[in-house]
Nanobody, 113 residues
């Protein structure tokens, strides 16, 4: 499985960004995003299952949404009302039916005040 993340960049606080993750290889049962703010640990952001069940971290609930496009083998993270504290390297990840987890490369999101 290969995951390719894109869409990061520099945005002002209050702005929006959409991250994309293109998946290839085996079908994924769970797809999601995690992030690592500067100097801190990796943290969960959002996930979506093949059945459409969604889980969103409390810190971004109401501002971020996760979606998937099965036809394109891709999934997305729409980030609205961005805050400075959302600054982080965002990683996409996928879990296969067998439970194995794969990670994409990170994409940097920088939110300026």
């Amino acid at each position: 499985v290969q995951l390719q993340a894109s869409g990061g960049g520099l945005v002002q606080a209050g702005g929006s960004l959409r991250l994309s993750c293109a998946a290839s290889g085996l079908p994924l049962r769970v797809m999601g995003w995690s992030r690592q703010p500067p100097g801190t640990e990796l943290e969960f952001v959002a996930s979506i299952t093949s059945g459409g069940a969604i889980n969103i971290a409390d810190s971004v609930k109401g501002r971020f949404t996760i979606s998937r496009d099965n036809a394109k083998s891709a999934f997305y993270l729409q980030m609205n009302s961005l805050k400075v504290e959302d600054t982080a390297v965002y990683y996409c990840k996928g879990q296969t039916e067998s439970g194995k987890i794969y990670w994409g490369q990170g994409t940097l999101v920088t939110v300026s005040s």
